[in-house]
């Protein structure tokens, strides 16, 4: 069993950055895709990023690139989400997740789930 703990959430006005970090638990972090999802209020969960258990393939949701870097330490057994240049539309609560499919968009290829952290940008 792994359990995920995101982490960095909070309130940033429209511009700023913040980084999320999500601490899995157990030994098998590194054999894992791990992927961040957002859930913005009144809408579905959609996509943000994915790493592959390598840190070698990402890939990212296409009105997100070159804002959002995701990454990973699996000697920490943490992965990250960089997010630059925030607009109020960011607005959501991000999720990490952790799945065996590389690569994969769909939330439902994702075993493990952290609890979320809320992250609000003011314009």
């Known amino acids: 069993q792994v359990q995920l703990v995101e982490s960095g959430g909070g309130l940033v006005q429209a511009g700023g950055s913040l980084r999320l970090s999500c601490a899995a638990s157990?030994?098998?972090?590194?054999?894992?895709?791990m992927a961040w999802f957002r859930q913005a209020p009144g809408k579905e969960r959609e996509f943000v990023a994915t790493i592959s258990g390598s840190g070698a393939i990402r890939d990212y949701a296409d009105s997100l690139k070159g804002r959002f870097t995701i990454s990973r330490d699996n000697a920490k057994n943490t992965g990250y989400l960089q997010m630059n240049s925030l607009k109020p539309e960011d607005t959501a609560v991000y999720y990490c997740?952790?799945?065996?499919?590389?690569?994969?968009?769909?939330?439902?290829?994702?075993?493990?789930w952290g609890q979320g952290t809320q992250v609000t940008v003011s314009s």
């Open positions: 157990g030994r098998t972090f590194s054999v894992y895709t």
């Open positions: 997740a952790l799945g065996p499919v590389q690569r994969s968009r769909n939330s439902r290829t994702y075993s493990y």
